[in-house]
């Protein structure tokens, strides 16, 4: 069974780091391209990072450029989001998603959240004084 498994989110102050996790399962992780999104109460699920398989130059909304980096350990079968200088517009539930990209084509770009076949269960981040 293909599953993502997120981890790592919490309360954190203004200013402060989280790195989240993403456990992948069942399925052999350097065939697929890689995101994080994020929804917050109210909003539209918006993607944060975007990775393809050895992508030199992955995707980042512009709120985010400069403080969240996005990697991946393909033979650990692990993604992460490496988030600084946190503020409170970061508080959101934190999903990690992947897509097979058989032919390695994807790359420094996002799909459409409806084109991404597998979601983790969502991690909540808060940052809060």
């Known amino acids: 069974q293909m599953q993502l498994v997120e981890s790592g989110g919490g309360l954190v102050q203004p200013g402060g780091s989280l790195r989240l996790s993403c456990s992948a399962s069942?399925?052999?992780?350097?065939?697929?391209?890689i995101a994080w999104f994020r929804q917050a109460p109210g909003k539209e699920r918006e993607a944060v990072a975007c990775?393809?398989?050895?992508?030199?130059?992955?995707y980042y909304i512009d709120s985010v450029k400069g403080r969240f980096t996005v990697s991946r350990d393909d033979d650990r079968r692990m993604v992460y989001l490496q988030m600084n200088g946190l503020n409170p517009e970061d508080t959101a539930v934190y999903y990690c998603?992947?897509?097979?990209?058989?032919?390695?084509?994807?790359?420094?770009?996002?799909?459409?959240?409806?084109?991404?076949?597998?979601w983790g269960q969502g991690t909540q981040v808060t940052v809060s004084s």
């Open positions: 998603a992947a897509e097979p990209d058989p032919f390695e084509a994807i790359r420094s770009m996002c799909l459409g959240d409806d084109e991404y076949a597998y």
């Open positions: 069942g399925f052999v992780l350097d065939k697929f391209v």
């Open positions: 990775m393809g398989k050895d992508d030199p130059s992955p």
